[in-house]
């Protein structure tokens, strides 16, 4: 039982991570129609800047992570406003090696300013975590914070999409560009938001991870920015709410496969339940299927 | 109403997709308060004309102007705020989102406090879309999308009215209730510009008319004596 249960919330946590990196994805790809492979370095990035606020500025961890949130927004508009706002009339393939570009560029100025060695990040939480059960379940306080993290995040999407009118823009940008002109509503400034909000969460996800796992290094973003993709595709791209399910699934198939299974098969075993899901409903869980009436 | 000047007035507009023109060299005005209508076989050029005069295409060469401002240069998310609104072709509802949240998009440009009474005004005029609120667009019937597009370009209280054929796909019961909106719109002071390839539906409710022939104005005049011209009752109306 106890076991289980260290999996269970082991998984929603590694869950919650998988689901605020999708949730950038998938905004990012519903808004500007792009898969923006840069995005799991955009998690590298933040950790970085807090890591160096933290251990060469002496400043408060949390302090660090509304720095990481503050650089990692801004980097996001930049690198949309540089690299993919003059290819927007370009043909897709364009648009991702750009995209693919973007992410080694981001990847090689970490290795020039920090160095190709591993960091080591000091959790930007710490207050001791709870034990359960006469102490046999622990529960980490980053594994609490990240879960609180990942369902706010949640709430607060769910509400600026559905509640809000630059949420309500957003989807009507995701779904007919021109006819959302037409209302008045300002594509470009719709677009540069969708990435400032995408790389603010992956901001709050890299620094989550790194509490986590400890070990920075320039490719840190890219494995989880591929599993975060898949989880995005996992519940339909382009799909907030199918982002989320998403990404909690793949979290907790990669702990249990990893524990039941074999760790090493944990990673085989995410990408062949994609498969499988994609095969029985190849628009994702949630994916959009809207028919067009006449 | 000859003497004022135009609400809206394009030039010698020509329109190129890559190497293909699609307008070559057209003029056409319409004034305060009236209905003016451009028809027009398939590929004549009509809806590019209206993608144009909205911005969502920009001329290759020639002027537009709207309330005396020329608005050549002004990008397509502005144009609403000026006072035009299209109803475009395909009505382009967002499928995705409600009936309500259709009609507050279509309020974007407007101040948050004016929209729910605006869209109780559409209810009135539109009672369907009221028994259809909190529906999600994409499963209304092809008459409530049209009917919720109009409501939705009425949302910004346009000065003028583009319609892109409002009647394309619908029932003949259908068609005769959305020439009567738009005469009741017009009655409410709307100036329209109708594209229509029911070109007998067009000239019976419009003041003015422009035929398109590829790219050019071929015949204009009133509507009336356009409904009487033999060449047009032979090309466009079918006898």
Known sequence: MIPFLTNLVNGISLGSVYAIIALGYSMVYGVAKMLNFAHGDVIMVAAYVSFTATQYWGVPPLVSVLMSMVVCTLLGITIEGLAYKPLRQAGSLAVLITAIGVSYLLQNLALLIWGANPKVFTSVVDFGGIRLFGGELVISDEIIVTIISGIAVMLLLTWFTGKTKMGRAMRAVSEDKGAAQLMGINVNFTISLTFAIGSFLAAIAGVLLCSSYNTLMPTTGSMPGIKAFTAAVFGGIGSIPGAMLGGLLLGLIEVFGGSYVSTELADALVFAVLIIILLLKPAGLLGKNVQEKV | ?239
């Open chain 2, 1 to 239: 109403m000859g003497n004022k000047t135009p609400l809206l007035s394009a030039t010698d507009l020509h329109v190129s997709y890559g190497s293909i023109k699609a307008i070559r060299g057209i003029s056409f005005d319409v004034y305060e308060h009236e209905i003016v209508t451009l028809i027009g076989a398939n590929g004549a050029g009509k809806s590019t004309t209206l993608n144009t005069v909205c911005g969502l295409l920009k001329p290759t060469s020639g002027n537009i102007t709207f309330d005396g401002k020329d608005i050549g240069h002004v990008p397509a998310h502005k144009m609403v705020t000026l006072g035009m609104s299209l109803c475009p072709e395909g009505r382009r509802i967002f499928q995705q989102l409600t009936v309500r949240e259709n009609l507050e998009m279509g309020g974007f440009s407007r101040q948050a406090s004016e929209i729910p009474g605006s869209i109780e005004e559409m209810f009135t005029r539109f009672p369907r879309l009221k028994e259809r609120e909190k529906q999600i667009a994409g499963t209304l019937s092809g008459g409530e999308q049209q009917m919720l597009a109009m409501a939705r370009a009425l949302m910004s209280h346009p000065k003028l009215l583009m319609l892109d054929e409002p009647s394309m796909g619908l029932a003949p019961i259908l068609v005769g209730q959305i020439f009567d909106i738009i005469r009741e719109l017009h009655e409410a002071g709307t100036t329209i510009l109708l594209v229509e390839q029911n070109a007998r539906m067009a000239l019976s409710v419009a003041h003015r008319a422009y035929v398109l022939e590829t790219g050019r104005i071929s015949i204009s005049g009133s509507a009336a004596d356009l409904l009487h011209d033999d060449s047009v009752r032979k090309a466009y109306l079918g006898s």
